[in-house]
């Protein structure tokens, strides 16, 4: 029996799904270096049939990731696959992800398909799939709710097409422990072909069982679990990584299996999909959240002060969270920077690097003490000015009893031309956006608005969070600053800058299409 199960990150498609998530590619990039870091089988970059961005991110994926297999998504069409394996040429490890929903309810109502007409497409772009490439696998959409019975049938025709893994999702987060397990332990006894070929699960969130569900496949014999970082993903969003990994290494003794995963980095990682997803990680989520850590109660400070292990089955250490203590200070020099960025998984650029310095340095000056939580505030703050055409030149707001709120703002678009606007509001942060948009002319709708302390203390950072929807889309912006106002009016041109570099990147893809014609 192999005790090795392989952890497959989908946070760069199923994740990207999550309303609001879109990523730019190059920060797909990043991502995706940091999960080979993190030491994960296999990274699902895109669906590169979707569009020319997804096209692209998964061959630059491709080209950059040098150790873990990169997955394509495509469905059971010629067209698709041969997109995922163009996006996929320059891949290392490659691997072509074909899926088909086979339940009755898909097989009714999207495909209009009997099943033996499922079973023939299965074979076919299965087959395509492995003329192609060698690592294949197969997804039966909706498998949870397919017929058992038939979905041995799919996962026999999808082996003898020369699938490598077949994919057991759950794909509204339907089943429930006992019922998954069993259906994994049915596949598992009903065909032989799983001594070779792997058997893996996907697993929605609607029900809060993702992780459960998960577990208990891999206790019936899955060996390669697909997931995302922070669980993020369509709806309620898929496995978490960090929970699976943590559950199967704390719980060693009742799973006895391995994963390739490097615990420690699994905090960093964390807090950088967040800050490039804009999703925030609830205060008590399971292993990153802000609490998983802290102890509030007396009794259980006490214990954990005499011994570790009375209220801790894990130490914050083994999955690298950030300590609360001062990492570097007033005195810090650029090697000690240096080093924390790296471990941060930051690339800054030279000059960059030199910018973000010298906030740091100001940063210190200002505040007495410097936490990990002020620093990766800063570092974000820095790496979002610049990317985008417009920037703030200065703003003033003024507001108090009796007078209307006002704000005046200064804004500079990429050829440095500057745009002066000022308007009133229903408070200062309302005129703020209001001169924003006219300087801008974009027209953006609030639809929620969150301010929180990144530490403690009154000179602490606040970090404000905006969610805006523009046509039919949602994006985020998240910035911090020891002023929320002025923190406020980079979240919003934070989100300016994504919608504007979505429009540019539309027209590009438009203008090279009528170029091609
Ligand atoms: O949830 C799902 O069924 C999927 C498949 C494409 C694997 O994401
Ligand atoms: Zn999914």
């Known amino acids: 029996m192999n005790h090795r199960v392989a952890i497959f990150d989908t946070t760069l498609r199923d994740g990207e799904q999550s309303p609001g998530a879109s990523m730019t590619i190059d920060e797909k990039v990043v991502i995706a270096k940091a999960l080979e870091d993190l030491g994960v089988d296999i990274i699902e970059a895109g669906f590169p049939i979707a569009s020319e961005g997804d096209f692209e991110a998964v061959q630059r994926v491709a080209q950059s990731v040098m150790r873990a297999t990169v997955a394509g998504l495509a469905r059971c069409h010629p067209k698709d696959i041969e997109r995922a394996w163009q996006a996929l040429a320059h891949a290392l490890r490659p691997r072509i992800h074909v899926f088909l929903a086979t339940s009755p309810i898909h097989r009714q109502y999207k495909l209009n398909l009997s099943k033996q007409q499922v079973l023939a497409r299965v074979a076919e772009g299965v087959a395509m799939a492995r003329r192609l ?201 650029r090697h000690a920077f240096k080093d924390w960025l ?40 820095e790496l979002q000015s610049t990317t985008g055409p417009w920037r703030i030149a200065s703003l003033h707001t003024s507001a108090g009893t009796g007078t209307p709120p006002t704000a005046a703002i200064s804004l500079m678009d990429e050829r440095n031309v500057v745009h002066e606007e000022a308007a009133c509001g229903d408070g200062p942060v309302d005129a703020l956006f209001k001169a924003i948009e006219r300087a801008t002319g974009v027209r953006a709708v609030l639809k929620s608005y969150e301010i929180r302390s990144v530490t403690s203390g009154r000179d602490a950072q606040g970090e404000v969070s905006i969610e805006v929807s523009h046509g039919d889309q949602t994006y985020r912006g998240r910035s911090f600053s020891t002023d929320i106002i002025e923190a406020s009016g980079h979240a919003m041109i934070q989100v300016i800058n994504r919608l504007c570099r979505k429009a540019q990147n539309e027209a590009d893809h438009l203008a090279e299409a009528y170029h091609a014609s």
Do not use: W
């Open 342 to 381: 790296n471990k941060q998984s930051f690339e800054l650029s030279d000059a960059h690097f030199e910018k973000t310095f010298a906030a740091f340095k100001a940063l210190a000056d200002k505040k007495k003490t410097i936490y990990e939580s002020d620093l990766l505030a800063l570092v974000e703050g």
């Open 133 to 333: 490439c060698d690592d294949v696998e197969f997804s039966a959409e909706d498998a949870a709710r397919t017929e058992p019975e038939f979905l041995v049938e799919v996962a026999q025709v999808a082996l003898a097409a020369g699938a490598t893994t077949f994919n057991v999702p759950d794909t509204v987060g339907y089943t429930t422990p006992d019922q998954f397990g069993d259906l994994v332990d049915r596949l598992m006894q009903d065909l032989p072909q799983f001594q070779q070929a792997v058997l893996s699960v996907h697993c929605h969130n609607d029900l809060g069982l993702a992780v459960a569900n998960s577990l208990a496949a891999v206790k019936a014999g899955a060996r390669q679990v697909e997931c995302t970082i922070n669980g993020i993903g369509e709806r309620a969003g898929n496995c978490a990584l960090e929970e699976v990994v943590m559950a199967l290494r704390t719980r060693h003794d009742l799973f006895g299996l391995e994963t390739g995963i490097d615990s420690r980095r699994i905090f960093s990682t964390s807090q950088l999909v967040s800050r490039v997803t804009g999703l925030h990680v609830q205060r008590n989520k399971a292993i990153v959240g802000q609490n998983a850590f802290a102890h509030e109660a007396g009794i259980h400070q006490h214990g954990v002060l005499q011994c570790q292990e009375t209220y801790e089955i894990m130490k914050p250490e083994d999955v690298g969270v950030a300590s609360s203590q001062l990492v570097l200070g007033k005195h810090s020099g």
